[in-house]
C-alpha cells in the first residue's frame, strides 16, 4: 500500500511540464523604427529603377529553385505580428538572409556594368542594423555569368528584391509601432 502511496504522490510532478529555459542575456537590440525606414526607403529606390533595356519591360521571368534559393520570407519564417511581438530571431535570420543575398547580388558580375550605389548603401545599412543583433549568415556565392545574361539576370534579381523589400518593409512597420 506504502508503494501505491508514494506513486500517487509523484504523479502529478511526472505531469508537469518541463521548467522554462533560462531567457538568453540581453544584447545589441534591433532598431526598429530605423529598419522601418530604411527599408521603405529601399522599396522606393527599387520601384524607381527604370529599366535601361526596353524588351525586358513586358517580360515576366520565372525560376524557380527548389533549395529555396534565393531567400525568401515565408509564413514558415515567423514573420507576423503576433509572433513577431514574442520571438523575431527566425524571421529577422531570414530577413539577415535575404539581404544578404541581394547584396551579394549587387556586387556581383551581375551588375558591374550597372552599378547601383543608391541600393546598395540601404542593403549595407539595413544589414548593419540587423547584423548587431544576429550576426553574419552563411554566405552563398554568386555563380559567374555570360555577359549576355546580365540584363536577364539584373531583371530577375531586382524583381526579386522588389518583392523582398515589400514584404520586409511590412515586417518592419509592424514591429516598429
Same mark, same amino acid.
Given at each position: 500500500?506504502?508503494?501505491?502511496?508514494?506513486?500517487?504522490l509523484c504523479?502529478p510532478?511526472?505531469l508537469l511540464?518541463p521548467?522554462?529555459?533560462?531567457?538568453?542575456a540581453?544584447?545589441?537590440?534591433t532598431?526598429?523604427?530605423a529598419?522601418?525606414?530604411?527599408?521603405?526607403?529601399l522599396s522606393?529606390?527599387?520601384a524607381?529603377?527604370e529599366?535601361?533595356h #526596353?524588351?525586358?519591360?513586358?517580360?515576366h521571368?520565372?525560376?524557380?529553385?527548389?533549395?529555396?534559393?534565393?531567400?525568401?520570407?515565408?509564413?514558415s519564417?515567423?514573420?507576423?505580428?503576433p509572433?513577431?511581438?514574442?520571438n523575431?530571431?527566425?524571421?529577422?535570420? #531570414?530577413i539577415l538572409?535575404?539581404?544578404?543575398?541581394?547584396?551579394d547580388?549587387?556586387?556581383?558580375?551581375?551588375?558591374t556594368?550597372?552599378?547601383?550605389?543608391g541600393l546598395?548603401?540601404?542593403?549595407?545599412?539595413?544589414?548593419g542594423l540587423v547584423?548587431q543583433?544576429?550576426?553574419?549568415?552563411? #554566405?552563398?556565392?554568386?555563380a559567374?555569368?555570360e555577359?549576355?545574361?546580365?540584363p536577364?539576370?539584373?531583371r530577375?534579381a531586382l524583381?526579386?528584391?522588389?518583392?523582398f523589400?515589400?514584404?520586409?518593409?511590412r515586417?518592419?512597420?509592424h514591429?516598429?509601432?
Amino acid at each position: 500500500m506504502a508503494p501505491l502511496r508514494r506513486l500517487c504522490l509523484c504523479l502529478p510532478l511526472l505531469l508537469l511540464p518541463p521548467p522554462a529555459a533560462p531567457a538568453p542575456a540581453p544584447g545589441p537590440r534591433t532598431d526598429w523604427a530605423a529598419c522601418r525606414s530604411l527599408s521603405r526607403e529601399l522599396s522606393r529606390l527599387v520601384a524607381t529603377l527604370e529599366e535601361p533595356h #526596353r524588351f525586358l519591360e513586358e517580360t515576366h521571368l520565372s525560376e524557380e529553385d527548389p533549395k529555396n534559393w534565393p531567400p525568401r520570407i515565408r509564413c514558415s519564417d515567423a514573420c507576423d505580428p503576433p509572433t513577431l511581438d514574442t520571438n523575431n530571431t527566425r524571421c529577422l535570420q #531570414r530577413i539577415l538572409q535575404g539581404l544578404q543575398h541581394y547584396r551579394d547580388l549587387l556586387g556581383s558580375d551581375i551588375f558591374t556594368a550597372r552599378r547601383l550605389p543608391g541600393l546598395e548603401a540601404a542593403l549595407d545599412q539595413l544589414l548593419g542594423l540587423v547584423q548587431q543583433e544576429h550576426g553574419h549568415p552563411p #554566405r552563398h556565392p554568386v555563380a559567374p555569368s555570360e555577359a549576355w545574361e546580365h540584363p536577364l539576370l539584373q531583371r530577375l534579381a531586382l524583381q526579386r528584391l522588389q518583392s523582398f523589400a515589400a514584404v520586409m518593409s511590412r515586417v518592419f512597420t509592424h514591429s516598429a509601432r
